[in-house]
């Protein structure tokens, strides 16, 4: 059965193409050159108000709808669609003035100052209401605009604070977790240190205290945070609804980075529900910052944005045509570089392409970041490759709706990587995303189709299951299910440790440890740049563990300290199970070892789209500066001709099999 939201956009043609678009910035001679730019590169929707609440609520009593009527209007007569957003995202100064208790406080206890944006307490009763009420006032103004498409509310959800107001919500939410004080000192473990609480009102958020905070707190802190979050664009979203029933409503995740401010998956149905649409925002790591090249980092955003929508559809809602303003030291893609990023992301699930920004800002904090249209002008590489995007997106409107064909699954699940992030730990090495991100990127070189998954949904699909880093797991149910049933999983070390308080498990590696068939005795950390050598020739890196097995087979063993076996296997039911007491440095010998092949050279990203009634469409992306053959038979969309067989150095093709 089609997804109910298989056409997500239902007004906008074909894919989605468009960026922010911010005309308050600009006086309105500009705007006519910005619609007929838009018109010549094919550009079909923009995201306009994400940040204009000072024009739309100009102080306490004010609402001045006349300049963005004007942009609705204009956006209409063009036949472009607007993703209409509430503003919220940045109250302007008059509201801070007005309501002080509604700048964010941080863990310091300093009280932050306007001047910037994202200047709220998500728990302030005065910032709650309001943004109830602008999403209210815009929906009833603008449900029946020609111009919508749909609805974009706040923008990028990250936002915390460790006020008062904060504490009086952060206690209710662990009365409804917990049950009771002593539910809430069990939790927490809080008989460590003396840190037993009495009374309700001793618990405070997770401020800057003398030593070592308690890991229990710091998780319970991420998981409300999250919450009050999705409260917030909840109470929006409903605000809409209630005038706008029929339209889509979106908020922009993020998936740059660590994206762990918030547990996406726990926002679950309020973001891949009937009428939601998944919209991530994705920008890249120059090279001089990290060691994943541009098209496997490009990979990695958009296989993180299909995991988070999770069978509903997904769109591709910011990334960049060059540098982002806030990366340390400017960059500037190479020719061709964004036509084959924005394929990437269309390839790998995204309903379009949309970018941060339209036009470039002439002033800001954001004045040297990217656009669509740069400060170079139309005369320019970005804004040539603008146009071909656009032009080739039109060509591929048939795709729309259909779904990504992957073989494999990397587990992510938010809560494990934010209890691997509390201080304490035996290694402040064993991080959680950079290691998801090395081993997708591993995947990616040989060719592989990755997900990322959640260690909880039916898994029954993929042929492998990598777990590279699953600190924290209550339960073995579901993986051991996957395996019984032929799926082949790998666990990575340090994985199974701690349940959802963050209490070590008794015998390691706790929750995996009849699953692996494995006992781990004792951790033995590397340092930085050390290698552990095993007995097969391969390296291990940042982290060993003296590891028995109990019911598997040892594959190999460390040669040194602390000498014991290194890589173990178990067939269980009908499927196998792995577990790596190291990180192995290269990935390569593992995934041979698996027979996960592919014939693809390395570079060469190829990726196949399907259609509900069978039609498949094979993306091919040549990253390379050689030629390749891409065997297939079909209609290249992209040139209507059809397909030859061999793809030109930086070349794409998108062939209907
Ligand atoms: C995003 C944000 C945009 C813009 C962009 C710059 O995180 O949503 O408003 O700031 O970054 O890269
Ligand atoms: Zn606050």
């Known amino acids: 059965m089609a997804h109910p939201n298989s056409d997500i956009i239902p007004t906008v043609e074909g894919l989605a193409y468009g960026g922010d678009y911010n005309p308050e910035q600009w006086p309105r001679e500009v705007w006519d050159e910005d619609v007929r730019l838009m018109r010549e590169a094919g550009v079909n929707i923009v995201s306009v108000n994400i940040f204009a609440w000072a024009s739309v609520h100009p102080g306490p009593d004010t609402w001045d709808f006349e300049q963005l009527d004007a942009i609705m209007d204009l956006l209409a007569s063009a036949g472009i669609k607007a993703d209409l957003a509430t503003s919220t995202a940045s109250p302007p100064p008059w509201f801070s003035q007005l309501h002080p208790e509604t700048l964010p406080v941080n863990a310091e206890g300093v009280r932050l100052n306007s001047g910037a944006r994202a200047e709220y307490?998500?728990?302030?009763?005065?910032?709650?209401?309001?943004?109830?009420?602008m999403a209210s006032r815009l929906a009833e103004r603008y449900a029946d605009h020609p111009a919508l498409a749909m609805w974009h509310v706040g923008n990028e959800y990250y936002r915390s604070c460790f006020c008062d107001l904060a504490a009086?919500?952060?206690?209710?939410?662990?009365?409804?977790?917990?049950?009771?004080?002593?539910?809430?000192?069990?939790?927490?473990?809080?008989?460590?240190?003396?840190?037993?609480?009495?009374?309700?009102?001793?618990?405070?958020?997770?401020?800057?205290?003398?030593?070592?905070?308690?890991?229990?707190?710091?998780?319970?802190?991420?998981?409300?945070?999250?919450?009050?979050?999705?409260k917030l664009f909840r109470s929006e979203a409903d605000a809409i609804t209630a005038f706008s029933p029929d339209k889509p409503i979106t908020t922009n995740l993020m998936v740059t980075g660590d994206f762990s401010f918030l547990d996406y998956h726990r926002w679950g149905d309020h973001v891949t529900g009937p009428n939601r649409l998944v919209a991530t925002d994705h920008y890249l790591i120059p090279p001089h910052d990290s060691d994943i090249e541009w098209p496997a980092q490009v990979a990695?955003?958009?296989?993180?944005?299909?995991?988070?929508?999770?069978?509903?559809?997904?769109?591709?809602?910011?990334?960049?045509?060059?540098?982002?303003?806030?990366?340390?030291?400017?960059?500037?893609?190479?020719?061709?570089?964004?036509?084959?990023?924005?394929?990437?992301?269309?390839?790998?699930g995204s309903e379009g392409a949309m970018y941060f920004q339209w036009r470039a800002s002439r002033y800001g904090a954001e004045r040297y970041h990217s656009a669509m249209l740069p400060h170079g002008g139309e005369d320019s590489k970005v804004f040539r490759e603008v146009k071909e995007f656009g032009a080739q997106l039109r060509r591929l409107a048939e795709i729309k709706g259909s779904k990504v064909v992957s073989r494999a699954a990397i587990l992510l699940d938010f809560e494990s990587c934010w209890a691997a992030k509390t201080p304490g730990q035996p290694s402040s090495d064993m991080a959680t995303y950079p290691e998801l991100r090395r081993w997708h990127a591993a995947l990616w070189r040989r060719g592989i189709t990755t997900d990322l998954a959640n260690p909880a949904w039916d898994l029954s699909a993929y042929e492998y299951v990598f777990a590279p880093h699953l600190y924290l797991l209550d339960s073995d149910a579901n993986l051991r299910a996957y395996v019984e049933n032929g799926g082949r999983l790998v666990i990575g070390p340090y994985s199974g440790v701690v349940d959802h308080n963050d209490h070590v498990h008794p015998g390691l590696p706790g929750a995996i440890r009849d699953l692996t068939g494995v006992r781990v005795e004792e951790f033995v950390p590397l340092a930085e740049g050390e290698r552990a050598q095993l007995d097969d020739g391969t390296e291990g890196q940042t982290w060993t563990e003296a590891a028995h097995a109990i019911d598997a087979e040892v594959i190999a063993s460390f040669k040194d300290y602390p000498a014991t076996g290194a890589v173990f296997h178990r067939r269980l039911g009908r499927g196998e199970v792995w577990y790596l007491a190291t990180r192995p440095a290269d990935l390569n010998p593992l995934f041979n070892r698996l027979g996960l092949f592919s014939d693809t050279p390395e570079g060469l990203e190829l990726v196949r789209r399907r259609h509900e009634d069978g039609r498949t469409y094979l993306f091919a992306i040549n990253h390379t500066d050689q030629s390749h053959t891409v065997a297939a038979s079909g209609t290249n969309l992209l040139t209507g001709t059809q397909w030859t067989g061999e793809l030109a150095p930086g070349e794409t093709a998108v062939i209907r099999e």
């Not at 008989?191 to 009495?198: A, D």
């Not at 955003?301 to 303003?325: F, I, K, V, Y």
């Open 168 to 230: 009086d919500a952060f206690r209710a939410w662990l009365q409804d977790r917990h049950g009771s004080l002593a539910g809430l000192n069990d939790a927490w473990g809080t008989t460590f240190w003396s840190q037993t609480y009495s009374d309700w009102s001793q618990v405070l958020p997770p401020r800057i205290c003398a030593e070592t905070p308690n890991p229990g707190l710091l998780l319970d802190w991420q998981r409300f945070s999250s919450d009050a979050l999705l």
């Open 300 to 348: 990695f955003g958009a296989d993180a944005s299909r995991g988070l929508a999770a069978g509903s559809p997904w769109l591709l809602m910011e990334q960049s045509t060059n540098s982002s303003a806030w990366r340390r030291g400017y960059f500037a893609k190479r020719p061709g570089d964004q036509l084959r990023h924005s394929l990437s992301y269309v390839a790998r």
């Open 121 to 133: 307490c998500p728990h302030a009763p005065a910032f709650q209401s309001k943004v109830a009420e």
